[in-house]
């Protein structure tokens, strides 16, 4: 493909000689491991739908990155695990979306904002490290993340968007901080292994009643004293 080419889905396409010039990065000459130099600060589809580095299992991004562009690594299906700095501030939209095979994911400190899609349909996504320097969760981050199993929300988040948690059948435990105070539609719906949770007494506004659909093993949902707007007790019906 062309230099600054686009695909069916608007997703800008870079040749060979960008991703290892213009990029900055030193790639092994299996093509499994990526190593993005200190001269990169952003990244912007850099392997999405590039075939010489779809056996790309490990990426480690230099410490002066501080942008993950969206859909920058989507659709690397080998890749099993990725190394951020603590230079990084953005995780734009879709930059892991449908990375089948990643495990784990520490998130560092420095992250502030983690876009729209950014993790959607990691199938084999088993935990991630939220830091507390996070203060936006774009709409269905984490959908379809089925492996996943529990997630605390950092302490600054205030809302959790539309489908953040979609289809994650795995989820059992979510930890929701006082400083949320909107839950958007469909956030959780289909968490079938999801048996109980926490509303705090910040939470005004759940979308409807579509947040919590579908959840077939939710039995108890708990809302803290102090809520102004929603209330668990005798069942939901004081």
């Known amino acids: 493909f062309a230099p600054g080419a686009y695909d069916a889905n608007n997703v800008m396409l870079a040749s060979w000689d960008e991703l290892v010039n213009d990029y900055g990065l030193d790639i ?15 990244m912007y589809s850099v392997l999405n739908n590039n075939q010489k580095l779809s056996a790309t299992t490990k990426i480690v991004i230099g410490n002066s990155v501080t942008t993950i562009g969206n859909y920058a690594f989507c659709n690397c299906n080998n890749l099993v695990s990725i190394t951020m700095p603590n230079t990084l501030t953005s995780i734009k939209n879709g930059a892991f979306q449908e990375c089948k095979s990643l495990i784990s994911v520490e998130i560092p400190e420095s992250v502030t904002t983690i876009g729209n899609f950014a993790f959607q349909t990691c199938v084999g996504l088993k935990s991630i490290l939220l830091p507390d320097t996070l203060t936006s969760l ?10 996943l199993i529990s997630i605390e929300i950092p302490r600054n988040i205030t809302s959790l968007g539309m489908g953040i948690f ?10 929701i901080p006082d400083s949320v105070v909107s839950i958007g539609s469909q956030a959780f ?15 005004t506004s759940v979308k409807d009643g579509y947040t919590f659909g579908a959840c077939d093993s939710l039995v108890s949902i708990k809302v803290e004293d102090g809520n102004t707007v929603y209330d668990s007790r005798d069942n939901c019906n004081a």
């Open 28 to 42: 092994s000459s299996d093509y499994t491991a990526i190593t993005a130099k200190t001269s990169a600060t952003s």
């Open 138 to 147: 774009g709409l269905a981050a984490f959908s379809g993340c089925i492996e």
């Open 166 to 175: 979609n289809g994650c059948t795995g989820l059992e435990s979510v930890v």
């Open 189 to 203: 719906y289909d968490c079938d292994s999801l048996t109980s949770i926490t509303i705090p007494k910040s939470v």
